[in-house]
């Protein structure tokens, strides 16, 4: 395992950790380091040999050998400054292939000696993922071009182009054995033992989508496609190629039938990130919600206790603070359906759908809300290409009022606390809950109240009662306001941090967030002063939502890797 160090010393990469797999128990750790200073262009990439006993770390025009587990340095490999890109073991264990960032070529060393005993070729940009067959006498690469743009400031940007091939060649003789051609852009290859080779692909059509592709190494035959409904990060075979197994950008893990290209379902737990989550009103169980499904928890043991789908429960999701119902609405830059769905969390009965089928954009995240009850659904439709903003009786399934929003208002977050609703982020409309009457407009920025925005990222998460407007700038602070009068009465800076989501506990005397985007830990803080009370450690990804108990004494966590964690909370009683 490697990780950045920044107290490193001169020639540093990263500090290593090793770990035994198999009991979990740290087996010590070594600094790796660069030969020569690297002008670039940056590339980085490494593996571990299969008997475990050797790591090759990629960086720019040179690959270090270290044996494992005492880090001491075996090889430094270069060829006359060519940029190196991916890098693989044979299975032996005995030679390494090292492909090229700007070219189709492959070198293969000679582990022992550091030596290099062959050079593989094609007319081709680059090379992407690379992988040695399990038998060791084929090596298949994806081929990926690069193309770099200077900047005005200096340095330049890069960005990868997956192409739509995969390039084999005969280890024993080094001759070009095939070009395979793709449906799509393959990013990485991944040799099985029975001479078939699966590719991990981008759909052009579909954002952050893999699919994956199987073909015969003898002949370049396609066996069988598979789409997924998410990106794929890593990607590995089982020793014996029976069961592929995936990582989505959130953690996730899929499997997939190496034969069939069939996903092997998963019964246990969420397949997809966490939207939201809730206590139920007896606190004994907690509910969680990804883009498909709900399931029920028992909070003391994390046994499930019940599973909930519905064609109308997709995409954005939303608890009442009492857990007792649940909100669904897509997504429409995915998804073509245009309905916000309420349902019973206990029974999955539905008790209200809103259909907005004119609307262009979609309802979006947080682009509607519950009453902490769960009795009312606050939420935007879409009248001659005007946008309305709705209240309803969820139980009577009733419109109550109808309000149009004024024409230069951006669309943003829909809260519904306390006796108002409030639309927006930091330019915000607020209107009276019983009757959609508007009551005021602040844009919070203008006023000062909340600091410049450099990111261009400010999100909002307000009290149970309304009454204090939380708000979080990425990289920058936490700003508390007061919703009555858009006074500022806080500012925790938290510089290179982003603490989002916010969340605070019901009697508003604390808060909770997490930094989803610079690490796992969660912090929760006192409100009147806003000192920090403690921070928990342990969550397995990014958090993307929390909910406290009816007490206030557990935090509830819900991850991108489908993961859903109960804590016990700083400062309860």
């Known amino acids: ?175 070009l054995a095939r070009r395979i051609a793709a449906d799509a852009p393959v990013r990485s290859v991944h040799c099985l033992r029975d001479g078939t080779v699966v590719g991990v692909v981008d759909r052009v059509a579909r954002f952050d989508r893999s699919d994956l592709r199987r073909w015969r190494l003898a002949d370049g035959k396609l066996l069988w496609s598979a789409a997924t409904d998410h990106g794929i990060r890593a990607f590995a075979a089982s020793p014996d190629g029976a069961t592929l197994a995936g990582v989505g950008w959130g953690g996730i893990v899929t499997l997939w039938d190496a034969d069939t290209g069939k996903v092997r379902p998963r019964t246990d737990g969420h397949t997809k990130a966490i939207q939201s989550l809730a206590f139920a009103p007896d606190g004994k169980t907690v509910r969680t919600a990804d883009e498909t499904e709900m399931r029920t928890w028992d909070a003391a043991t994390g046994r499930p206790a019940g599973t909930f789908t519905h064609p109308e429960f997709a995409g954005f999701t939303a608890f009442s603070a009492d857990g007792r119902v649940v909100a669904a609405g897509p ?36 682009g509607f809300d519950l009453s902490a009850d769960g009795t009312k659904l606050a939420l935007p439709v879409t009248k001659n290409d005007r946008i309305h903003l709705q209240l309803w009786d969820v139980p009577a399934a009733k419109l109550l009022w109808d309000t149009e929003l004024p024409a230069d208002w951006p669309p943003g977050r829909v809260v519904l606390a306390g006796d108002r609703v409030r639309a927006g982020w930091t330019d915000l409309i607020t209107l009276d809950a019983r009757t959609g009457k508007q009551l005021g407009r602040a ?41 009555q009068t858009g006074r500022l009465l806080r500012r925790i800076d938290t510089p290179d941090e982003t603490h989002s989501p916010l969340v605070f506990s019901p009697d508003g005397s604390r808060f909770a967030t997490s930094t989803a985007f610079t690490g796992t830990g969660i912090h929760v803080w006192r409100t009147v002063d806003g000192a920090r009370l403690g921070r928990l450690d342990g969550a397995p990804s990014r958090v993307l939502a929390m909910a406290w108990s009816a007490d206030g004494r557990r935090l509830a966590t819900g991850s991108e890797d489908g993961t859903a964690l109960v804590w016990a909370a700083p400062g309860g009683r």
């Open 331 to 366: 997504n429409v830059i995915t998804d073509p359906r245009r309905t916000v769905a309420v349902f019973d969390a206990a029974s999955g009965k539905k008790l209200l759908s809103v259909a907005d089928p004119d609307r262009k954009a979609g309802f979006g995240w947080c």
């Open 443 to 483: 844009d919070f920025f203008k006023s000062n109240v909340l600091p410049p925005d450099p990111s261009g990222n400010t999100f909002l998460y307000p009290s149970p009662d309304g009454r204090v407007l939380g708000y979080v700038i990425q990289n920058t602070c936490i700003v508390l306001v007061d919703a």
């Open 1 to 175: 395992m490697l990780n950045p160090e920044a107290n490193a010393g001169p020639g540093t990469l990263y500090a290593a950790t090793v770990t035994d797999l198999t009991t979990g128990k740290s087996l010590g750790g070594f600094e790796a380091t660069r030969g020569e200073p690297q002008p670039g262009p940056y590339s980085l990439s490494g593996a571990v040999s299969p008997d475990g006993k050797t790591v090759a770390i990629q960086y720019c025009a040179e690959v270090s050998l270290y044996s494992l587990p005492d880090g001491k340095l075996l090889h430094r490999l270069d060829d006359n400054g060519r940029v190196f890109r991916h890098v693989a073991f044979t299975p032996d264990g005995k030679k390494l292939v090292v492909g090229t960032l700007d070219r189709l070529h492959l070198d293969v060393w000679d582990v022992a000696t550091g030596r290099q005993v062959m050079a593989l070729t094609a007319p081709g940009a680059g090379t992407g993922g690379v992988s040695v067959a399990p038998d060791g006498k084929t090596v298949a690469a994806a081929v990926n071009r690069q193309e770099r743009e200077k900047l005005p400031e200096g340095g330049s940007r890069a960005a990868d182009h997956p192409e739509s091939e995969v390039v084999t060649w005969n280890l024993e003789t080094g001759k």
